[in-house]
């Protein structure tokens, strides 16, 4: 690891899944929304919203 917190792996740099992809709560949230109602528009939304709409989702459900 270099001075400024990133990996250097096979001659790339990383930050981190968390940083540089979908996170777990926003891929958790797509998912969870897919199977309740199958609308790619609110699959997109709610995982702007990501762990807040897997809270709600879990309180709600």
């Known amino acids: 690891m270099s001075s400024n917190g990133m990996f250097r792996y096979g ?3 990383t930050f981190g899944v968390a940083k540089m ?3 777990f709560g926003t891929a958790l949230a797509i ?3 897919w199977s309740a109602n ?3 528009l609110w ?3 709610h995982g ?3 762990w807040l709409y ?3 989702y879990a ?3």
């Open 11 to 13: 001659g790339y740099r």
């Open 21 to 23: 992809g979908v996170g």
């Open 31 to 33: 998912t969870i929304s």
């Open 38 to 40: 199958k609308s790619i």
């Open 43 to 45: 699959a997109i939304f």
């Open 48 to 50: 702007i919203l990501s």
């Open 54 to 56: 897997v809270v709600y």
């Open 59 to 61: 309180i709600r459900y």
